[in-house]
């Protein structure tokens, strides 16, 4: 018996009887004999049991801090730059496949029917896959918004202004919008036999018409989704770090020292965010892979593996903001002036992201004082 997963949102592996029929067995377990059908069942129970705890505790937190991150970058003037464009723009997709993809997912391990209809569930698919490739590309460019701000600091002052960053993140979320508008016609509901009770499932049809299609839909995935911009990714800070070790940084004689401190911060947090998002959704790319690119036959064990690989890639989807708040003080501030709703006008210590001073010292002969310019050179940082 093989078994085939449905991607992202799976929750059970189908095969069909006759490839000339949309009619097919379900099964969680890799086995034939009616002895082991007690032990399917109870598989499958306990996993419509602790899967769904799990998805709840990852929906309400990923739910609430990406609303915060959202809320807290366009309130507050001073959190506005280009790299939390791009965060916010993270924080939108992460807020979507939370609402769009775990509940739903939930769904599937809990009801033996897709209750929700035809078009609910192209769209909620179609959602799922626009929100993974918008959130893997916002990190590429926030890569890439840290290698011009180390490395071209000053050439690229003109081109990292807030309303470029607003136009890449509108041309990032417009592409995948477009480009995944076939799976509006390769998913739907199909109905199956799953020993003798009658079912319903969101599934990919295109498994069960072509098997060529769906090696290229999740070749397609896996490449552009995660190998590709993942090496762009390393490649910028690889180039990055190659110009702290062993070159001078453009515009870095000039640069503060409180800016430079600003942009290591910021370029560490990004770091950060960027390799767990490559852990957490590492498991899951290997299962789909071995699934429908190697054809490995999906029993218990993978089964296993793909239902916890589905759990960390699902996880990552609220563990952002808790970066955010451990990793920038900015951040930080934010969140807690907006949860305690402060309407201090105390003058916040905020880490100069996009502002840099000019520090000019003067010494006379009786006493050495430090003055600060007041006027203020904006750099992007």
């Known amino acids: 018996m093989e078994f085939e997963p449905s991607g992202l949102s799976d929750a059970h592996f189908v095969t069909p009887i006759e490839k000339d029929f949309i009619n097919t067995t379900l ?3 890799n086995v034939t004999g009616d002895s082991e059908d007690e032990g399917e069942d109870d598989f499958e129970r306990l996993v419509g049991i602790i899967i769904p705890v799990i998805f709840g505790v990852i929906c309400v937190l990923g739910f609430f801090g990406n609303v915060l991150v959202i809320m807290v970058i366009l309130t507050d003037k ?3 730059n280009t790299t939390n464009v791009l965060i916010l723009s993270l924080a939108v997709a992460d807020l979507l496949f939370i609402v769009f993809c775990v509940p739903f997912t939930a769904t599937f391990y809990t009801l033996p029917v897709w209750p929700f209809g035809a078009i609910w569930c192209k769209t909620v698919i179609y959602l799922m896959y626009v929100c993974a490739y918008a959130s893997m590309y916002s990190l590429v460019i926030m890569s890439l918004d840290r290698y011009l701000a180390v490395v071209h600091a000053i050439r690229s002052m003109t081109w990292r202004s807030e309303r470029n960053t607003w136009l890449v993140v509108a041309a990032i979320w417009i592409i995948f919008l477009c480009g995944n508008i076939p799976i509006f016609k390769q998913w739907g509901v199909i109905n199956y036999n799953y020993f003798g009770e009658n079912r319903t499932k969101c599934f990919q049809i295109s498994l069960l018409e072509d098997d060529y299609q769906a090696k290229a839909f999740f070749g397609s995935f896996f490449f552009f989704g995660y190998v590709f911009p993942l090496a762009i990714t390393l490649l910028l800070y690889g180039l990055m770090l190659k110009r702290l070790l062993y070159g001078v940084v453009p515009g870095g004689r000039n640069q503060s020292s409180e800016s430079m401190r600003a942009k290591k911060r910021v370029t560490r947090m990004v770091v950060i965010v960027v390799i767990i998002f490559a852990l957490c959704w590492l498991p899951l790319q290997i299962c789909l892979f071995l699934q429908h690119i190697i054809g490995v036959e999906v029993g218990v064990s993978l089964a296993s593996i793909t239902i916890a690989a589905n759990c960390f890639a699902y996880m990552n989807s609220c563990v952002n903001p808790i970066l955010y708040a451990f990793l920038s003080g900015n951040f930080r501030r934010s969140f807690r002036r907006f949860l305690c709703c402060s309407d201090r006008s105390q003058r916040m210590d905020y880490e100069r992201t996009n502002i840099r001073f ?22 992007a940082v």
Do not use: D, G, I
């Not at 000019?360 to 002969?365: F, G, L």
């Open 27 to 29: 099964s969680a377990l």
């Open 78 to 80: 001073q959190m506005r």
């Open 358 to 379: 000019t520090v000019t010292e003067k010494e006379t002969n009786n006493t050495k004082s430090t003055c600060v310019n007041n006027s203020k050179t904006y750099t």
